[in-house]
């Protein structure tokens, strides 16, 4: 039976060819003449028994089993790059350490502070990957993960960083406008939800015991670098995480109108890792150690960085 499988040549020649719809494109990209490129995309027609393709003098077009397969493998295919380049970025004496991190906290607390992780370690080179939703399994030749949510995540040991604390803020002319002094003119608000957050505004109501409250009405949004913005914009009202918003305090773009803090436990910002990772990974090792260090309460007390807690696989 003929191999089916096509070589990377060709699955190069279709990946290049389906972008731009022209084998002289695809060509000029991959450093080959047209003629090679046809050649190629022939080729694994011919493997497969289908057209991928449809040509019309110098017009170009993907046949419906063209757009299935380009659908399948360009992804994969961008990911073997991926992979290729970060490969090439490491030495033999460096260690490679694949890092996955929900976007506001990459953004506004982790990248600021990595030149001094770089520095300490400079054997360690990072390749960052998507952020790992709450329901994503853990994928095989990811390191670590940074993860919002409540911790339990099956198959992976969880440490706690950060976010456990919330504090209501919005813009100055925000709190100005709407007279915000207690609890209850919060109440009485245009609220801000996050949308894997919502039931920390219900949380922070029955602290405050503050009735009447629709504690889940508001405009969600998915990120809170988004819900940052939304707030410092005056749309409203914002429980948001205090060690995300230390910058916008200090310029003043956020005020705290209440002080009015309420802690849970059912949302923060972990590490996860698998403990065989751990164990095997010097480069995995050395960063939750930096973490740690940079965020050094964890589950209520100073971490010893150097050995898990105990029972923290979930």
Known sequence: MKHVYPNLAELSAFISSAKYLNFSYAARE??????AVSRQIASLEARFGAKLFVREGRNLSLTRAGEVYQASVAGPFREIGNASLALLSVREDNDLLTLASVPTFTSKWLVP??????AAVPNVTLSFRRHLAHGDLFPVGLDA?????DGLWEGVRSDYLAGRTFVPVCSPGFAAHHALRTPDDLA????LVHEQAAAVWFEWSQTYDVTPMNAFLGPRF???AVLIQAAQAGLGV???PEFL???PLEAGTLVQPVNAPVDVDSHAHFLCYTPERFDTSTALRQLRAW?????????GAVADASVPAEGAVC
């Open 145 to 149: 993960a940074i993860r919002y949510g």
């Open 238 to 240: 914002a429980l948001m």
């Open 245 to 247: 918003i230390t910058a």
């Open 113 to 118: 502070r990595l030149p001094s992780f770089l």
């Open 188 to 191: 009485a608000a245009p609220r």
């Open 222 to 224: 998915e990120q809170y």
């Open 30 to 35: 991959l450093g080959l003449t047209p003629s």
């Open 291 to 299: 973490l740690l260090e940079e965020c050094p309460v964890y589950g």
